[in-house]
Nanobody, 126 residues
Framework: QVQLVDSGGGLVQAGGSLRLSCAAS????????MGWFRQAPGKEREFVAA????????HYADSVKGRFTISRDNAKSTVYLQMNSLRPEDTAVYYC???????????????????WGQGTQVTVSS
């Protein structure tokens, strides 16, 4: 098993930046594909970004492509989400997640991820 702790959220003005971190403990992080999801009030949880075990491949939701960057440092057991050019519609609770699946079809589905962080609130003011 792996335990995940999200951090780095906060309040930022539109156009600003934040970097989220996800610290992992327990099983070695390199055993997992990692993802970030978010959930806004009254909405379903949605996929944001994913990164493969080595960090060589990434995948993004269309809504964040070109603005957000996911990365990982397996030696530090940490995954990051750099968020630039933030918009009010990015306001949500952001969750880090870990998947032991190798199936491509599960990359963007929350059901493909078995482990979750507690979430960190990101609020973007207009």
């Amino acid at each position: 098993q792996v335990q995940l702790v999200d951090s780095g959220g906060g309040l930022v003005q539109a156009g600003g930046s934040l970097r989220l971190s996800c610290a992992a403990s327990g099983r070695t992080l390199s055993n997992y594909r990692m993802g970030w999801f978010r959930q806004a009030p009254g909405k379903e949880r949605e996929f944001v970004a994913a990164i493969n075990r080595s960090g060589g491949r990434t995948h993004y939701a269309d809504s964040v492509k070109g603005r957000f960057t996911i990365s990982r440092d397996n030696a530090k057991s940490t995954v990051y989400l750099q968020m630039n050019s933030l918009r009010p519609e990015d306001t949500a609770v952001y969750y880090c997640s870990a998947s032991s699946s190798f199936a491509v079809a599960t990359i963007t589905s929350e059901y493909g991820y078995s482990y979750w962080g507690q979430g960190t609130q990101v609020t973007v003011s207009s």
